[in-house]
């Protein structure tokens, strides 16, 4: 447990710039919502793998209540583990997330009804997922995936993937291997743009084809007219 939050505790200052100004290390310990959200997870785990009824649910109710961050003593959380900012990040029970994986504020990796045994997403290793993003149910998200803030995902990912939209549509795929996690979460393609400028684009050879086909409807007319004559 202690090497695993050694870990979270580094991830912190890997990925978010503020974390190295001086005196960083006593300001993360004291003021960051998302390592006192996980530090709190990893004693609740531990209670709950030892089938301690009760206190690990109670623990991490207070954990929410001061760090606006709910996470099931239930869910499975690899080393590496950063939540930025953290406000409204919610983790059902059945959740899996891998190694060196980053969600930022108002994530929620959730079930999708009332289905019993596991119903909440499992996430590869050096995923980032956006603010307000969405996973939903019972799927598997590759490693290496980018899920753009606000976008919904119900659907399993394949690695290396871009993912953005509601609902969630893949974007963009890498063939290689992403050696270091990618924050530049804001810089994705968005599906609705690219959506309407296909629209435009299917509109405009409508019309091209209609003005195609009034054309040698005219000749077609002329022509008659021409034979009549």
């Known amino acids: 447990m202690f090497v695993s939050l050694y870990k979270d505790y580094k991830a912190i200052f890997e990925r978010d710039p503020a974390a190295r100004s001086f005196g960083g290390a006593l300001e993360v310990l004291l003021t960051y919502p998302g390592f006192h959200a996980i530090i709190s997870h990893r004693f609740c785990h531990f209670l709950y793998k030892l089938h301690i009824p009760f206190f690990p649910r109670l623990f991490s109710q207070i954990t929410k209540f001061f760090t606006g961050i709910e996470i099931h003593p239930g869910a499975t959380i690899g080393t590496g583990f950063f939540i930025d900012h953290g406000m409204g990040v919610v983790i059902g029970e059945t959740t899996e997330i891998g190694e060196n994986v980053t969600l930022y504020q108002g994530v929620t990796l959730g ?14 290793n050096n995923v980032v997922v956006g603010a307000g993003a969405k996973i939903l149910g019972n799927i598997i998200i590759g490693n290496n995936v980018k899920v753009g803030a606000g976008s919904v995902v119900v659907d399993p990912i394949p690695d290396n993937c871009t993912v953005v939209g509601v609902p969630g549509e893949i974007v963009r795929v890498h063939g290689k291997k992403i050696d270091e996690v990618n924050l530049d979460h804001g810089d994705l393609p968005h599906p609705v743009q690219e959506h309407m400028n296909k629209l435009k684009q299917e509109i405009e050879e409508l019309n091209k084809y209609i003005r195609d086909f009034k054309q040698e409807c005219e000749m077609y007319r002329h022509k008659m007219k021409k034979d009549m004559e």
């Open 111 to 124: 079930g999708t009804g009332k289905e019993k045994g596991k119903r909440h997403p499992t996430l590869g």
